[in-house]
């Protein structure tokens, strides 16, 4: 079974799937499991499946990468790689300018 508690490096997780993430919204049905919604469709998420978490989505099934919907679920069970990693996202938005409406010269 897979170990919610163990630690997602925050530099290995993808931003631009961190910042797609925050514009799903989350609602529990179960231990570790979600209805993840707000893209293009309800996608089912079990954050306790065999070996790892799962998603019904493309990106996951057929990527096999955590794709936003698992994120989505991991920040709402407040898992501190993922949050941690929010940190890094502010950073690089700030620093691309899209937060403060500024471009930087590169």
């Known amino acids: 079974m897979w170990n919610h508690d163990v630690e997602l490096a925050a530099s290995g997780i993808d931003l631009p799937r961190l910042e797609r993430s925050l514009a799903l919204r989350t ?3 179960g231990h ?7 893209g293009a469709g309800s996608h089912w998420v079990d954050l306790y499946g065999a070996n790892q978490p799962r998603c019904d989505c493309g990106d996951h099934l057929w990527r096999e990468q955590v794709c936003k919907h698992i994120l989505a679920a991991l920040l ?5 790689g993922v949050v941690g990693a929010l940190g890094h996202l502010v950073a690089t938005l700030r620093g691309s300018g ?5 471009t930087r010269a590169a």
Do not use: F, H, K, L
């Open 27 to 29: 609602q529990r049905v």
């Open 32 to 38: 570790g499991q979600y209805e993840v919604s707000g």
């Open 76 to 80: 709402r069970e407040g898992n501190e």
């Open 98 to 102: 899209a937060i403060d409406g500024t």
